[in-house]
C-alpha cells in the first residue's frame, strides 16, 4: 500500500492521519508531597514502573479513551471505546471523531485494530472504500502511533511508565467504585523506549525521534493489584513551528474480559494512496 508521508515534523500527528479534524478545525521512583502510601502494590510509587507487566498478568480488559488537543484556535477531543488484550498486545476500539467545525454532521467512527508495530483503520474515509482497511506501519510514523490514530495504544500507554521519574503520590481516591492511588510525574520518550519490552520499543523509538521534547507529564491511577486503571499522558510537539499540546487518557475497566481481535486479510487491505 502506498502512504503519504509528510514532511515536516508533526503534520502525521493527533488525527490529522484520521479524516483531518484538526486540519479542518533518568531518575527512579519517589514518594513526596508529605501524603504517605499504605503497603498494597497499588500504593507503591515503585508499582509505577511496573503497570505493563501488571497488565500483561491481568491478560485483558475494556477499555475507554479520549484525546485532546488544541489547535489552530480550536480544541477537539476524539473518544474511543473497546477491548484490549495485553498478552497478544492486540486490541480493538471504535473511534469517534468530533462534529465538523459547522456543527452540521459527524464522522462516521473508526474501527482500530491495535497489533504490534501496525494499526489497521477501517472507515477511514478520505478516498478509501467502506469496506477496506487501511494498514499503517507504527514504527516509520514520526509519533510511534501514539497519537497520530486518535488513540495511545493502551499497553504502551503504560510501557511509557517504564521510564517514570520524580513520581509523586497525589492521593488516594474512588474511581467508577474502585479504590485507586493517583500517582503523578515524568516520563522520558528515549529512556521508555529502551526500557520497553520488544514489540514496543520501536514506536517508542520512533516517537523520541519525532517529537520535539521528551518529557511527557502524566497522571496514573493503580489499583491495589498494581494495575493501571487510569493514565493520563501530555504530549507537546511543533506542527509547522506552531505548539501542539495533546492530552491523551486510558480508562481500563472489566479485567479479564474477552477480547477478540481479528486482523484482516490481505485481500481487504486497501493498495491506494491515502488522501490526508
Not at 479534524?21 to 498494597?40: K, Q
Not at 510525574?185 to 521508555?192: K, N, S, Y
Request: charged fraction near 25%; aromatic fraction near 6%.
Amino acid at each position: 500500500m502506498v502512504v503519504r508521508q509528510h514532511g515536516h515534523r508533526g503534520a502525521a500527528f493527533a488525527a490529522l492521519a484520521v479524516a483531518g479534524v484538526v486540519a479542518a478545525a533518568g531518575g527512579g521512583c519517589s514518594a513526596s508531597g508529605g501524603v504517605a502510601a499504605d503497603d498494597r502494590p497499588g500504593s507503591d510509587p515503585g508499582a509505577v514502573l511496573k503497570a505493563a507487566d501488571a497488565l500483561r498478568v491481568a491478560g485483558s480488559s475494556k477499555a475507554r479513551t479520549s484525546m485532546e488537543m488544541a489547535a489552530g484556535g480550536t480544541r477537539v477531543t476524539i473518544r474511543g471505546e473497546g477491548g484490549y488484550d495485553f498478552g497478544r498486545r492486540m486490541g480493538r476500539l471504535q473511534v469517534v471523531l468530533p462534529r465538523d467545525p459547522a456543527g452540521t454532521s459527524e464522522h462516521r467512527p473508526i474501527t482500530e485494530l491495535l497489533s504490534p508495530g501496525v494499526l489497521y483503520m477501517k472507515n477511514r474515509g478520505a478516498g478509501v472504500p467502506a469496506d477496506k482497511w487501511v494498514r499503517v506501519d507504527s514504527t516509520v510514523l514520526e509519533d510511534g502511533n501514539l497519537v497520530t490514530g486518535g488513540v495511545t495504544d493502551p499497553l504502551t500507554s503504560a510501557e511509557l511508565l517504564r521510564a517514570a521519574r520524580d513520581v509523586t503520590f497525589v492521593g488516594e481516591q474512588d474511581l467508577a467504585g474502585v479504590r485507586v492511588w493517583h500517582y503523578r510525574g515524568v516520563t522520558d520518550l528515549g529512556r521508555a523506549a529502551r526500557a520497553a519490552s520488544a514489540d514496543a520499543r520501536g514506536a517508542l523509538a520512533a516517537a523520541a525521534k519525532g517529537f520535539g521534547a521528551d518529557a511527557v507529564p502524566f497522571d496514573a491511577y493503580l489499583d491495589e493489584a498494581g494495575r493501571l486503571r487510569k493514565v493520563r499522558h501530555r504530549f507537546s510537539y511543533l506542527n509547522q513551528g506552531e505548539p501542539v499540546e495533546v492530552a491523551s487518557t486510558t480508562l481500563l475497566y472489566a479485567f479479564g474480559e474477552r477480547v477478540t481481535v481479528t486482523l484482516p486479510p490481505e485481500d481487504d487491505i486497501f493498495s491506494g494512496e491515502i488522501k490526508t
